[in-house]
Structure formats: C-alpha cells, structure tokens
C-alpha cells in the first residue's frame, strides 16, 4: 500500500483564518481524498504555529497570558476548517507538550554534533514575517510584505550552521539518485532556489534572548528558541505524536512562495544535519490578490471563508478557489468573478445537466441498474491531480459535463420518450453512467455535492427533486 503523508503551513495562530489559508488547506484536502480514493494509506496534517514575538504580542493586545490566547483563536482554524469540509488527519499544534518535547530533543541532537554555536546577531527583524531581513529585502526601507519598518535588533543568539549544509543541500535538490534527494516544484521555484544557493547562504540565528513566548533553549534558559525552527519541526512531530512515525519522510509539503525559502533550503538542512531524511517534495503554490490588491486588513480587502461558504456553500467555495487559476502561478479573485463563475459552471453547467437528466429519467420512468462498485479514475485526470494541476483536473471534468450537455441536445431525449421509448431509455441510461463517472471525479473536490449525487443516481428509479446549484446575483 503506497503511503502519502501530505501537509499544509501551520498558520499563525493570531490571524484570523482568511481565503489565503483555505486556499493550501482545501488544495491538500482534494489531495488527501483523491490518494484516499485510491487506497494509499493517507495522512494529512494542517495545524497552527502559536510561539513568537507575533503570537505574543497580540496576547497581550488583548490581555490575556500568551498560551490561553492561543487556547482561546486556535479554534479558529478547527471551526473554518469544518465549514471547508477539510478531512485534515490530524491539527497539530505547537504548544502541544508533546511536540515542545521533540523540539527540545532535536535541538539538543544538533547541538552535541556542533553544528549550533553562539554568536552575536545585528540586523533588522520583522516581526510580521518573523525574520531578519537584509537591506536587499526592503522596499523604501519598508518590509514589502508587511509595508513597516524592521526593528534594529542586536544581540547573542545561537546560530544553526545552515552555510556548512549548502553543497549537500545542492547535490540533494539536483540528483534524484542522492539518498537526500528531494523535490522542489513548480520548476520555476526549483530554479530560484537553487540559484540563490549557488550564491551562498551564512548561518541562521535560531533562539531569541528578547522573545520569552516560546520553548526554552536547554541547556540556556535565558534564550527561546526561534518560532520558525519550533514551527517547521511541527510536520516531523506529528506522526510521531500519532504513533506513526514510519510517515515519515512527509511526501508532499504545499505552501505559497512566501515561504518557500524556509520549507526548501532550512527545513531540509536542519534535517540532514539530525540524520533524519528531507521531506520527499516540496511546492509552492503562487500567491493570489483579490481585485488586484494584496490581501491586507489596512485595504480591508479580507476575505474569510465563512463569507464564501455563506454565499456559494461549502462545495462551491472549494471548487471556486482551485477553478480560478493555475496552482503554481499568481492570480487574482474577485467576489464578482465568483459569482459569475459559480453561475456558469455550477449552476448552469454541472447543476443544470443534473436537473435535466433526473428530470427526464424520472417522465421515462427509467430504471437503471446500480452503480459499479469500484470506478477507474482516468488517467488524464489522474494525471493533472499527480501535477497537482487542479484547474486542469476540473476542466478536464467540465469537458465531460459539456459533452453530456452536447448528447442532450442532438439525441432530444424529451422527444425520444413519446417517439421511441426504448431509444429514449438507451440515451438516458448512458447519460447516467457518464454523470456517474463525473460525480466519481468531482468526489475529491465536491465531497458533499458528490455524495448526494451518487445517492441520487443510483437507481433503480431516479427523481428530479431540487436543484443543487441555484443561481445567485
Ligand atoms: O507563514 N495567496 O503562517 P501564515 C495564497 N506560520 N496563499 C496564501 C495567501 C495568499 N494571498 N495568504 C496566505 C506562516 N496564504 C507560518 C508557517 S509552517 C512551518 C509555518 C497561505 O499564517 C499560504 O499557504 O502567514 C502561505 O504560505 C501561508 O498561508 C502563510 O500562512
């Protein structure tokens, strides 16, 4: 049985859960039930990442001791992700004593192999990003993600050398033949980085003497460590949390490119040098605007997922996000562009062919054997999912639902039904089975949509009943 460990960011746990976030975790989702589909043994792990300067500084905006605020927005994401339909296997998060425990142990490995030392750190921090940016990073002296001014920070900070690691990690990314070997996709971003590793990267300051909100360095306690080498080791705590740690290595890492440098180039060296196997691939996904403009709570251009369900549903919502561009490249969304699509598509399209065919099965009296047991996914489609090109696996569906549509209109059925009953039965019946072999396809993407719909036509007599996909202004 083929093992498939697939996992999003975990999300800072401060921020409300917005589109960006449901944009990873329903991609995975579709994932994580398309390789269920298949049989593979299947793990799926989503979480939130609450230690850091950020985290506690938002405690304490709203008066409250750091891990009781955690306790108090991490049912956020739960609460978002049940509105998703997410099927994630397991929600980690960081404060788990369990996962402090395996932080502590793998920092203590690194640090009797001598590849942490300490040193002496000056440079300008961001706290949105949580991290040290260089001059090159800023636009007009500004972060350009979070458009403020970095903190000059200075002080003794222990240092993970990640500049030993670089040739390793080199030789890891280009050849598949490397015991460490791992995937870096789409190619473009594979390309990036490792450019920027030809040119050379220095150590990493990993613990803060300034920051109290986070797990203790061991054998100093004046230092916490740094939120991003606690929040990375989250994916290689979570199987063993669950007592699965032959998970491991994770098969496919997603996130957006914000931060792909630290899933790509830290993540994999922290774990080489604990003897421990990179994560098999990762990839970055692109970032999305909405109406051309960052997503930002200064514009108040914030979409929430709960907006979206309310207006589109669960299943609309999930097929509306990963319809709108390809996985890998930027894009935009529009509200507007939303409701258009979701009238073309879902309403008109697969909701309409719905409607017409139970409704025409349903005056033709039709009866219609049951279902076969285990349907072949095709191959075309499997395909797109493997390239994790999901547009490309719902056109590929959208194909066949206009096809049907095409049938419809040349065969005219609702004349066949007077005319020539038996033909008319011939038509439908095939009809059926290709409705049943698009709902089988839209399972992994439309998981509600699609189980009603095999409900629906699984015979041996089909009712019309109500529309699933009405149209919305
Ligand atoms: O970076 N377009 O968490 P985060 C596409 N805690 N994806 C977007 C997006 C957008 N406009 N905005 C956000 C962190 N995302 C760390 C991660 S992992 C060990 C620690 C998604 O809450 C995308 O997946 O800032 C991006 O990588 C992630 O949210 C950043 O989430």
């Given at each position: 049985?083929?093992?498939?460990?697939?996992t999003?960011p975990i999300?800072?746990v401060?921020?409300?859960p917005?589109?960006?976030?449901?944009?990873?975790?329903v991609?995975?989702?579709v994932?994580?039930?398309f390789?269920?589909?298949l049989?593979?043994?299947t793990?799926f792990?989503?979480?939130?990442?609450?230690h850091?300067?950020k985290?506690?500084?938002?405690?304490?905006?709203?008066?409250?001791?750091?891990?009781?605020?955690?306790?108090?927005?991490?049912?956020n994401?739960?609460?978002?992700?049940?509105?998703l339909?997410?099927?994630?296997?397991?929600?980690?998060?960081?404060?788990d004593?369990?996962?402090?425990?395996?932080?502590?142990?793998?920092?203590?490995?690194?640090?009797?192999?001598g590849?942490?030392?300490?040193?002496?750190?000056?440079?300008l921090?961001?706290?949105?990003c949580?991290?040290?940016l260089?001059?090159?990073d800023?636009?007009?002296?500004?972060?350009?993600f979070?458009?403020?001014?970095?903190?000059?920070?200075?002080?003794?900070n222990?240092f993970f050398r990640?500049s030993?690691?670089?040739e390793?990690?080199?030789?890891a990314i280009?050849?598949?033949k490397?015991?460490n070997?791992?995937?870096?996709?789409?190619?473009s971003?594979f390309?990036e980085?490792?450019?920027?590793?030809?040119?050379?990267?220095?150590?990493?300051?990993i613990s803060?003497?300034?920051?109290?909100?986070?797990?203790?360095?061991?054998?100093?306690?004046s230092?916490?460590?740094?939120v991003?080498?606690d929040?990375l080791l989250?994916?290689?705590s979570?199987?063993?949390?669950n007592?699965?740690?032959?998970?491991?290595?994770?098969?496919?890492?997603?996130?957006a490119?914000?931060?792909l440098?630290?899933?790509a180039v830290?993540?994999p060296?922290?774990?080489i040098?604990a003897?421990?196997?990179?994560p098999?691939?990762?990839?970055?996904h692109?970032?999305f605007?909405?109406?051309?403009?960052?997503?930002?709570?200064?514009?108040?251009?914030v979409?929430?997922?709960?907006?979206?369900?309310?207006k589109?549903?669960?299943?609309?919502?999930?097929?509306?996000?990963?319809?709108?561009?390809p996985?890998?490249?930027?894009?935009d969304?529009?509200i507007?562009?939303?409701?258009?699509?979701?009238?073309s598509?879902?309403?008109?399209?697969?909701?309409?062919?719905?409607?017409?065919?139970?409704?025409?099965?349903?005056?033709?009296?039709?009866?219609v054997?049951a279902?076969a047991?285990?349907?072949?996914?095709?191959?075309?489609?499997?395909?797109a999912?493997d390239?994790?090109s999901?547009?490309?696996?719902?056109?590929y569906?959208?194909?066949?639902?206009?096809d049907?549509?095409?049938?419809i209109?040349?065969s005219?059925?609702?004349?066949l039904?007077?005319?020539?009953?038996e033909k008319?039965?011939?038509?439908?019946?095939n009809?059926?089975?290709?409705?049943?072999?698009i709902?089988?396809?839209?399972?992994?993407?439309?998981?509600e949509?699609?189980?009603k719909?095999?409900?629906k036509f699984?015979?041996?007599k089909i009712?019309?009943?109500v529309?699933?996909?009405?149209?919305?202004?």
């Open positions: 049985m083929k093992k498939i460990y697939i999003t999300y800072y401060n921020d409300i917005h589109v960006g976030h449901a944009y990873t975790t991609a995975a989702d994932l994580a039930r390789h269920r589909i049989g593979d043994n793990f792990v989503t979480g939130t990442d609450e850091g300067a985290v506690a500084e938002s405690a304490k905006k709203r008066g409250l001791k750091p891990k009781a605020f955690c306790d108090e927005v991490a049912p994401f739960v609460e978002a992700w049940k509105k339909n997410i099927s994630y296997d397991y929600f980690i998060r960081t404060t004593p369990e996962h402090e425990k395996i932080v502590t142990d793998f920092l203590i490995t690194l640090y009797e192999k590849d942490i030392y300490k040193g002496k750190y000056e440079g921090y961001c706290v949105g949580e991290k040290f260089t001059e090159v800023l636009v007009d002296g500004l972060c350009p979070h458009r403020k001014e970095p903190t000059k920070q200075s002080e003794e222990y990640l030993n690691y670089i390793t990690l080199i030789k280009s050849d598949p490397d015991p070997h791992y995937k870096i996709r789409p190619d971003r390309n980085v490792l450019s920027k590793l030809r040119l050379g990267v220095g150590d990493i300051s803060r003497a300034e920051v109290t909100w986070g797990i203790p360095i061991p054998w100093d306690e230092q916490t460590i740094y991003w080498f929040a989250n994916y290689y979570a199987p063993i949390i007592h699965r740690p032959d998970l491991w290595p994770a098969d496919l890492q997603l996130m490119k914000d931060i440098w630290f899933h830290i993540w060296a922290m774990l040098a003897g421990i196997r990179p098999k691939e990762v990839f970055a692109g970032f605007t909405i109406e051309g403009e960052k997503m930002s709570k200064t514009i108040g251009n979409i929430l997922p709960e907006q979206l369900v309310e589109f549903g669960t299943d609309g919502t999930r097929y509306l996000l990963l319809s709108e561009f996985f890998g490249s930027d894009g969304i529009s507007d562009r939303f409701i258009k699509r979701y009238n598509d879902l309403a008109n399209g697969l909701g309409n062919l719905i409607q017409r065919v139970a409704a025409l099965a349903e005056k033709a009296n039709l009866t054997p279902p047991e285990n349907p072949i996914l095709d191959l075309p489609y499997r395909v999912l390239e994790l999901f547009s490309e696996a719902l056109a569906i959208w194909k066949k639902i206009s049907a549509d095409k049938k209109e040349e005219k059925p609702w004349e039904i007077k005319k020539d009953p008319a039965d011939a038509v439908l019946d009809l059926i089975r290709q409705i049943r072999e709902v089988e396809l839209l399972l992994p993407f439309m998981p949509t699609a189980e719909l095999q409900e699984r015979g041996p009712k019309a009943g529309p699933l996909f009405p149209r919305i202004s």
